[in-house]
């Protein structure tokens, strides 16, 4: 949690800052669900929201599961914007709807994905305009994942992130990013996917 809250104040006075952990997206307020206890993220963007004064939040979650606990402790909130790319069938079960949720099918893989992200997420950067974004950047989209049946390989996992951090950087968006799951049968794809997506934040951010 600590973590977290650090990210999100060294991406605010560094442009950017990755943690290598938290994204814990399916913890809601008062109960925890999945393998999360508590919502690092939604406890960094209300830090940030009362102790940094931002108004425009927004929560790009493409990890493979959908960001139910951040959905529904947001519902409300016009200051945090959530965004969630996932495979529709899987877990959760009930999904609280995102401000902008896209389920994916089995099976899908780099096109699919890349268009998804290409058709909607320009337009909710130019719409929303967000101060921090916050950037779930799961490894489990990845073909060999164990709880996932999504297809991306290596490389579109790598040009999701490039994609995200720049628009990130287009936009003038302060960046905090946070893993979310990864769960490949050998943990060494799982380290190099999170390897990349730190070198591509050095690399735009």
Do not use: W
Not at 26 to 50: I, K, P, S
Not at 86 to 110: F, M, R, T, V
């Amino acid at each position: 949690m600590g973590g977290t809250i650090l990210t999100a104040k060294l991406a605010l006075k560094e442009t950017s800052c990755v943690h290598l952990g938290g994204g814990f997206h399916h913890a809601f307020a008062d109960h925890g669900e999945g393998f999360c206890v508590l919502n690092d993220v939604a406890c960094a963007a209300r830090y940030c929201q009362v102790q940094e004064k931002l108004r425009k939040i927004m929560i790009v979650d493409c990890d493979l599961h959908q960001g139910n606990g951040n959905a529904h402790i947001f519902k409300d909130s016009k200051e945090v914007f959530t965004f969630s790319i996932h495979q529709e069938n899987n877990y959760p079960l009930i999904k609280p709807p995102s401000d902008l949720d896209i389920g994916l099918a089995d099976g899908s893989g780099n096109k699919e994905y890349l268009d998804a992200l290409e058709k909607e997420l320009p337009r909710i950067f130019k719409d929303f305009a967000p101060q921090l974004v916050f950037y779930i950047a799961g490894a489990d989209p990845y073909f060999k994942d164990q709880l996932g049946a999504l297809r991306l390989t290596l490389d579109g996992l790598e040009r999701r992130d490039e994609f995200v951090f720049a628009l990130a950087k287009e936009s003038k968006a302060h960046v905090a990013v946070v893993f979310g799951g990864g769960y490949a049968q050998d943990i060494n794809d799982t380290v190099l996917i999170h390897y990349n997506t730190v070198k591509k934040a050095l690399e735009i951010l």
